[in-house]
């Protein structure tokens, strides 16, 4: 908490939280546009709906205004740790399936799993100052894939990008959250502190 | 013991040989081999290489360590350098190694004479990688989605070897793949980057020596952006005139960053360009109204953006569009002079109105036609004058008189505000004062001090002065608050420029003050060609004429007259540039002095052509000075000469002019009965005491008998007669001559007629001197007698035998003048002559046949030159009995013969001069 505390530390705080709004941003604007680019390559139906998909954390939250900020940190690492690895599973997969045929996609996918690696980086040093360090990665990974035919990984990658850009802005928002001035953001207990 | 040397040393080159052939047929037996094997060593460091001898070749050739050599290239490298740890081993040391070169081989000298190389190593020399220093990056958008990012750096040193970059980056939490340049080693592209994570760069380089890496670089990508530049621009026209509207389209997502702008913009044809306001443009947007610009113009536009907070690089300009304001209303009347002529009727003036077109920034529009009212000032009755014209000037014709001219520029849109012009009937108001020009920057700069009252505007009128064309005006207008402004025209360096200036007041005009000017000024282009106008002794008067206004570039501020002798120091006079005409004094007389003369202008002069002149031996006066004194002179000279003359003429006369006396008047009776008394007749030899004197009655002489005399006796004779002949029709001449010239001729002829009357009893005779003088064949002379009695032998011979005195008096009693003696030659027509008169008296036709037989008067010629020679004396003699028969024998002095032996007195016999005596 001392850290906290420190004009560094919260110059420190304010930047990453700013960073992070804006990583948030720039993500959800390439996940939208991958999105297109994943229908349209995939084959599916912009306006088909994906029932929710198991191993991907939800944004929506009840009583989303209650959360702490270590609360929201937490939850947001949480998922994008789960995405992180449902991404490169997707990746791993679209190279199985495409090979290098389409690269553009790959690419785009490989950008983005980059970006989601770069946010879950930003959520652990901002964990970090909140004096709570992140949690470990262990048995917090999304479970083994489980056998599907290919459309349902289809869907399901469709699932992983819309439940991404709807946790871009969700993120954003509990990023600006955090990076108002207020009392402290640690208070409550976290419902994700344990794992 | 040499031969068995020999063959030992044989004998292992043999064995050299063979070795060798087997290592290089692949059986790998050598002999030895260096230790390192191949090294990069770093330059100036310290080396050393070993030697190793098998031991196999020691036995079979005898070689050992002590006979190693080492060689660089080609090259032995002292020994100094080795050492022998064993007999097998053999070292060298080279502390520098900058001095090594490749190959470095390891030799043994058998015997002391044959090299065999035994084994040989490459040395590569080279610097460790120095720190990659000067690391920077940059994020070139190339795409929407697209951002490479390059970095550079300094390599440092040139290592010699093959070194090795590394671009490495990584995020706190994961690594990401190196970047290795490609063909260069300075810079390297990491295709795709992530923003908004903070990005560690660094540079590794590596070789053979070693590996040294730069300072890290921590960088969110996103802070080292140069976007795209905003594309798709357009302009369009708003409503205003003055507004355009921008509109564009960014290609970088407003996620990713946000953008400010810069919009800069310029007229068209304009190279300098305007910029909108960056705080106006400091948010992320994709459209701008530019506004205050002007009507009816075209504008070029262009924009760029960066990231909103400034950090990163701007995009490139995009490209540019450009776009034209609507018409406005022309926003001033055009600018109004006019030139009036009154010359042609005395009742009215030619009015030339003039105006200036507007600029485009007045006009606002396309100018569609000016609309002129002429109103007259004196008869406010009368309607105006209305004229629509397209062309910017109009010729009227008014009545003397006051005016008021407007003129309103019409377009599309409106019509201007009306530009005035009074014309007044006279220019009586104040004139400004003190009318300058000051060249600066190029342009000429006009100023005047203001009039006491207040002045509309001021109308300032220019025109170059040149001999070569008219004086086309050109005028522009300065408002009335102004003292000075610059010509707006092409002002000409080195050209003359008469400016006028003219106040406007709003109830007339005062009248224009002028000043030339020069924008810029030069020397002369020629000098002035000097002239003499008079030239006297030590001055001259020069004169030249003015240099036209297009051969001075400048104002003539003055001349300087140059002169010199040919051999003298040139000599300088100024001379006020003003005058036309100088006088140079102090000259030298009677020399020839060169003289030019120079141009000055502020910026220097020009010489004209040389002229030589010579100044005058004598100044004005002298000669008369000298003349006229001299003529008085000369004249004083001549009448005292005259004065002279007029008193002492009786003693000129009686030299140059004898008075002959005339025998006719002569009285025998008078004087005959003296005059033996008073001669002498004692002796002829007193008269000629040579003896050489005869007298003879009739002599006969042949014709040949004259070529007895030398021509050299003749030729005094010439002279004399020379001198003799101006008076020699006056002279006494030999009376016995038989020359009958015609001077004697007319004597003759008269006085013969005179004596023929008075003495015609008398008997003519002629007596014949024989005058030899000196050794000289005596000259003949002939006294004539003009008796008209005949002669008696006795009587001659009685005079004759006598002697004396008698006959000869009787004798020169009958001699008459003779002035033929110059006749002598003119022998046969003499006696020609002589002959046809004959029948009108015998006594001459008698005296004559007695001269016809001499008949050659070359013989007289003897004869005359005593004649001549006392020809003055006897003339004086007979001048003196003429006078008053007063015997003047002093008379004869100065004769050329011999004075003493003249006879003092009248001598009959003296008659060998040819005179003649009174008997």
């Known amino acids: 908490m001392a850290a906290a505390d420190s004009p560094s530390a919260a110059l420190r705080r304010r930047d990453l939280c700013s960073r992070g709004i804006r990583l948030a941003g720039k993500m959800r604007s390439d996940v939208i546009d991958l999105l297109d680019t994943y229908v349209e390559q995939q084959g599916l139906d912009a306006s088909a709906s994906v029932a929710a998909v198991e191993g991907v954390p939800a944004a929506a939250a009840e009583r989303w205004d209650e959360q702490t900020g270590t609360q929201r940190l937490l939850d947001n690492l949480a998922a994008y740790r789960a995405f992180r690895a449902l991404l490169a599973q997707m990746l791993e997969e679209q190279r199985e399936q495409l090979g290098e045929a389409d690269a553009a996609l790959g690419r785009a996918l490989a950008a983005v799993l980059l970006q989601v690696s770069a946010f879950a980086y930003h959520l652990e040093e901002l964990l970090r100052l909140e004096s709570r360090g992140p949690p470990s990665e262990e048995g917090a990974g999304p479970p083994p894939p489980p056998h599907l035919s290919l459309f349902e990984r289809k869907l399901r990658g469709l699932g992983v ?35 | 013991m040499f031969s068995a040397w020999n063959w030992v040393a044989c004998g292992l080159y043999l064995l050299l040989n063979i070795c060798f052939l087997e290592v290089s047929g692949g059986l790998v037996q050598s002999c030895g081999h260096i230790i390192p094997e191949s090294p990069v060593l770093a330059l100036g460091s310290n080396f050393t290489a070993l030697c190793i001898l098998n031991e196999s070749c020691l036995d079979f050739g005898n070689i ?97 070897l093959d070194t090795h970059f590394r671009l490495k980056y990584r995020w706190p939490q994961e690594n990401f ?35 040294a890496e730069s300072d890290p670089l921590v960088l969110d990508p996103i802070e080292i952006v140069k976007p795209l530049s905003p594309h798709n621009l357009s302009v369009n026209s708003g409503i205003l005139p003055t507004v355009l509207k921008l509109s564009w389209e960014n290609r970088i997502s407003a996620a990713v960053m946000k953008l400010k702008f810069n919009i800069r913009y310029r007229i068209i044809g304009d190279t300098n360009w305007m910029q909108v306001p960056p705080e106006d443009t400091a948010s992320p947007r994709t459209s701008f109204s530019v506004q205050g610009l002007r009507p009816y113009t075209e504008y070029v536009f262009s924009i760029r953006c960066m990231k909103e907070d400034g950090v990163g690089y701007w995009s490139d300009w995009s490209e540019e569009k450009t776009g034209v304001t609507t018409e406005d209303k022309p926003s001033k009347g055009p600018p109004i002079w006019r030139i009036i002529d009154a010359s042609r009727s005395p009742a009215s003036w030619t009015v030339h109105l003039m105006w200036k077109a507007l600029e485009p920034f007045e006009a606002n529009g396309v100018i569609l036609q000016y609309e002129v009212t002429v109103r007259a000032k004196s008869s406010l009755s009368s309607p105006p004058e209305k004229y629509s014209v397209n062309t910017t000037n109009l010729t009227l014709k008014l009545p003397n008189g006051t005016y008021e001219v407007t003129v309103i520029a019409r377009n599309r849109v409106g019509a201007s505000p009306p530009s005035v012009l009074l014309i007044p009937a006279s220019n009586l108001k104040a004139p400004v004062k003190n009318v300058r020009t000051l060249p600066k920057d190029g342009k000429l700069w006009v100023g005047w001090t203001a009039p006491n009252s207040y002045v509309l505007k001021y109308v300032i009128e220019w025109c170059l002065v040149s001999n070569s064309s008219d004086c086309i005006t050109e005028w522009q207008n300065e408002p009335g608050n102004v003292q000075g402004t610059y010509l707006k025209g092409d002002i000409k360096p080195f050209k003359c420029y008469l400016i006028t200036v003219y106040p406007l007041y709003a109830d007339g005009q005062g009248s224009g003050q002028s000043v030339k000017a020069y924008l810029q000024q030069d020397r002369p282009s020629k000098g002035p060609t000097v002239q003499t106008k ?74 004209g052509p040389d002229f030589t002149f010579t100044t005058q031996k004598f100044g004005k006066g002298e000669i008369e000075a000298i003349v006229v004194p001299v003529c008085l002179a000369f004249l004083l000279i001549v009448l005292l000469g005259v004065l002279f003359c007029f008193n002492k003429r009786d003693l000129i006369k009686k030299h140059i002019w004898p008075i002959v006396p005339d025998p006719s008047k002569s009285n025998i009776a008078q004087w005959s009965p003296q005059v033996p008394a008073k001669h002498n007749f004692s002796s002829k030899d007193q008269m000629y005491p040579e003896g050489s004197f005869t007298d003879v009655s009739v ?22 007669k020379k001198e003799k002949s101006t008076s020699e029709g006056h002279s006494s001449g030999i009376g016995g001559s038989s020359c009958m010239s015609s001077p004697r001729q007319s004597v003759s002829d008269s006085d013969e007629g005179e004596a023929t009357q ?61 002035g033929g003696q110059d006749e002598t030659n003119t022998d046969r027509p003499c006696f020609e002559r002589t002959k046809q008169i004959t029948p009108a008296n015998e006594g001459d036709l008698v005296g004559f046949a007695q001269m016809q037989i001499s008949g050659q008067s070359s013989q007289l010629l003897g004869t005359e030159l005593e004649k001549n020679t006392q020809e003055a004396a006897l003339s004086d003699v007979l001048q003196a009995s003429t006078e008053g028969q007063t015997v003047r024998p002093e008379t004869v002095e100065g004769s050329p013969l011999s004075v003493d032996e003249m006879p003092k007195s009248y001598l009959p016999q003296t008659v060998r001069q040819g005179g003649y005596m009174p008997q």
């Not at chain 2, 260069?184 to 560690?200: K, W």
């Not at chain 2, 021509?711 to 010439?718: I, R």
Request: net charge negative; proline share 6%; glycine share 4%.
């Open chain 2, 534 to 607: 008079k030239v006297g002794k030590a001055e001259a008067v020069l004169t030249w004429n003015h240099l036209t206004v297009d051969e001075q570039n400048g104002f003539i501020r003055s001349y300087t007259i140059f002169y010199k002798t040919i051999d003298g120091n040139e000599t300088a006079v100024t001379v006020d540039p003003s005058k036309t005409e100088y006088t140079l004094s102090s000259l030298t007389s009677d020399t020839l002095y060169t003289v030019r003369m120079m141009a000055y202008t502020d910026e220097g002069g020009r010489s």
């Open chain 2, 699 to 720: 002599v006969e002489i042949e014709a040949d008998d004259k070529k007895s005399f030398s021509e050299q006796d003749l030729k005094p004779f010439d002279l004399l």
């Open chain 2, 64 to 160: 050992y360590a002590n006979q190693i050599i080492w060689k660089i290239k080609n090259r032995v490298v002292p020994k100094e350098q080795y050492r022998e740890i064993n007999r097998t081993v053999s070292s060298v040391t080279f502390n520098d190694t900058s001095s090594l070169a490749t190959p470095l081989t390891c030799n043994i000298l058998a015997d002391g004479q044959i090299e065999q190389n035994i084994y040989g190593i490459t040395v590569t020399i080279g610097l460790p990688p120095e720190k990659p220093k000067d690391l920077s990056c940059i994020v070139h958008q190339l795409s929407k989605l697209t951002y490479p990012m390059t970095c550079t750096w300094n390599p440092g040193r040139h290592t010699f």
């Open chain 1, 161 to 195: 990008l819309r439940e991404l850009a709807q946790w871009a802005v969700r993120s954003a928002r509990d990023l600006r959250q955090l990076a108002k001035p207020g009392p402290g953001s640690s208070s409550a207990p976290s419902p994700a502190e344990s794992p």
């Open chain 2, 758 to 818: 008075n003495t015609s009893s008398t008997v003519q005779y002629s007596t014949v001197v024989l005058n030899g003088y000196r050794d000289q064949t005596p000259v003949q002379v002939f006294s004539r007698s003009e008796s008209t009695q005949p002669l008696l032998d006795s009587e001659e011979r009685s005079e004759d035998h006598a002697g004396g005195g008698d006959s000869a008096t009787q004798r020169q009693q009958y001699f008459k003048r003779n």
């Open chain 2, 177 to 211: 793949p190196d970047c290795i340049p490609k063909d260069v080693n300075n810079s390297c592209t990491i295709t795709d980057v992530q923003f908004f994570v903070n990005l560690e760069v660094w540079v590794e380089a590596a070789n053979a020596l070693g590996k």
